[in-house]
């Protein structure tokens, strides 16, 4: 059984940092691509940032600059390292991996505070 567990949200002032990890059990990690989304109230949930297999990554315009996506593959584990935060980034963070089938984690809630 393929599970995600993220972990480190929390509440943060503007300006602040917080990294966000999670982690991959039930499944070969290293073969497939892992993404961030987060979903705020009212809005719909959005694609944050991707990385491959390989360790290509890809933005959001929103948090270009500011955010960064890394694996470590030993560990089975994605980040998300969220620098600048803005009071706009609050929402849940989800981590997800698509192989045949697609996998969400619970979501983890990340509060910035103006």
């Known amino acids: 059984q393929v599970k995600l567990v993220e972990s480190g949200g929390g509440l943060v002032q503007a300006g602040g940092s917080l990294r966000l990890s999670c982690t991959v059990s039930?499944?070969?990690?290293?073969?497939?691509?892992m993404d961030w989304h987060r979903q705020a109230p009212g809005k719909q949930r959005e694609l944050v940032a991707a990385?491959?297999?390989?360790?290509?990554?890809n933005y959001a315009d929103s948090v270009k600059g500011r955010f960064t996506i890394s694996r470590d593959n030993p560990k089975r584990t994605v980040y998300l390292q969220m620098d600048s935060l803005k009071p706009e980034d609050t929402a849940v963070y989800y981590c997800?991996?698509?192989?045949?089938?697609?996998?969400w984690g619970q979501g983890t809630q990340v509060t910035v505070s103006s």
């Open positions: 997800r991996m698509t192989t045949s089938n697609v996998y």
């Open positions: 039930g499944s070969i990690f290293s073969l497939y691509a």
């Open positions: 990385i491959t297999s390989l360790g290509h990554t």
